[in-house]
């Protein structure tokens, strides 16, 4: 690994830890930015193990933040099954679209698009999440209907550009659930959604599908994005709490056009 595999490594995994929590997508960003890196010698966003090791860094993220709501979950039925039906509307979505999914990838106008949807979504929680009907301090667990409308909106971020985190924490608030509520179980739920994505894309290296990205390369990007990960994870509690998500929607405005007028005047 030379010096500059280095730099893009660490520059992806900072990216996958600020993205994956705030609401900014992190699938979109790395897209992005994988078109203005210089070559592919780091991987990419669509090298299928580098893209793993991103994910596992975060899904460790996600695993030490909130260690005390999983052990509490193993106890708690109604969560549990609050989980599993938000988690069905994404596994139908990627089984069924795995290949247009997958080509989408590789396409950073889609990301851009996508961005554009974020900022719509994220404007709407700022919106709509003025009026609380919870108190914020005791986040309560959405009911089986919450949940399946919280699921279709993380299903819709299987799309680059549409923020996991900002879809399902802006679709809880949405369909009633207050803010920080919302944004626990957007959490919760991306356990079993990145650990069924890794699964996936763990078959595809499997069967050869994978770039020949180096095992130094694979660990190095899953600290940084793990380290990077916990700290936006916790930033995005406190912004929640404050009801800024708002300047997250004008950046993915910004970047989204940003990413437009780039690939219109490089085509």
Known sequence: MDIEQLYQ???????????????????GHLVIVNEFLPGESAGGADDLALNIALHLGTLGSILVVYRKDLIHILRDFQMLISIVVATIPIVIVGFTLKDHIEAA????????????VTALFLWLCDWMGKVEAEPLDQPLTPNWKQSVLIGLFQ???????????????????????????????????????????????????????????????LVIGAIVSFFVGIGAL??????????????????????????????????
């Open 234 to 267: 916790e930033v995005l509690l406190k912004i929640v709490r404050k009801n800024r998500l708002r300047y997250f929607a004008i950046y993915c405005l910004a970047a989204s056009w940003f990413t437009i007028a780039y690939l219109m005047f490089k085509g």
């Open 155 to 217: 299903a819709m971020a299987i799309v680059p550009g549409i923020s996991r985190s900002g879809s399902t924490i802006a679709g809880g608030v949405m369909v009633g659930v207050s803010r920080i509520s919302a944004a626990r179980f957007s959490f919760l739920i991306a356990i079993p959604a990145i650990s069924g994505a890794t699964l996936l894309h763990g078959i595809d290296i499997a069967r050869g599908e994978s770039g020949a990205t180096s095992i130094t390369v």
């Open 105 to 116: 990838f590789e396409t950073p106008m889609v990301a851009a698009c996508g961005l554009m």
């Open 9 to 27: 490594v660490i520059l992806l995994g900072v990216i996958q830890g600020i993205a994956e929590f705030l609401p900014i997508s992190s699938s």
